[in-house]
């Protein structure tokens, strides 16, 4: 059974620095795509950044140049460092799942496991 242990977030200034942390268990191997969303209440859940198995990276155009994902296989953890944050960053980050490569993967649907959610707030 796949189960994604997010950590990591909180509350920062405009500006600031954050990361937050995704511990994937479960997967036989390493050959799954490791992503993060981020969602705020009434909009849809979007694509913020995805990694592949050999540490291949894409972003939103939103977020490029800002923040960074990173992947220990060994851990089976993925990380994101965010930086030069602003408040349109703020809302619930989710870590996603799904095996194989991260080629397709910018949509929810794309995505089969799912952790719970940490909370980023960036207040001006």
């Known amino acids: 059974q796949v189960q994604l242990l997010e950590s990591g977030g909180g509350s920062v200034q405009a500006a600031g620095s954050l990361s937050v942390s995704c511990v994937a268990s479960?997967?036989?191997?390493?050959?799954?795509?490791l992503a993060w969303f981020r969602q705020t209440p009434g909009k849809e859940r979007e694509g913020v950044a995805r990694?592949?198995?050999?540490?291949?990276?894409f972003y939103a155009d939103s977020v490029k140049g800002r923040f960074i994902i990173s992947r220990d296989n060994a851990k089976k953890m993925a990380v994101l460092r965010m930086n030069s944050l602003n408040v349109e960053d703020t809302g619930t980050y989710f870590c996603?799942?799904?095996?194989?490569?991260?080629?397709?993967?910018?949509?929810?649907?794309?995505?089969?496991?799912w952790g719970q959610g940490t909370q980023v707030t960036v207040s001006s």
């Open positions: 479960g997967f036989s191997d390493d050959n799954f795509c």
């Open positions: 990694i592949s198995p050999h540490s291949a990276s």
């Open positions: 996603a799942a799904r095996e194989g490569l991260c080629v397709s993967g910018k949509t929810p649907s794309d995505f089969r496991y």
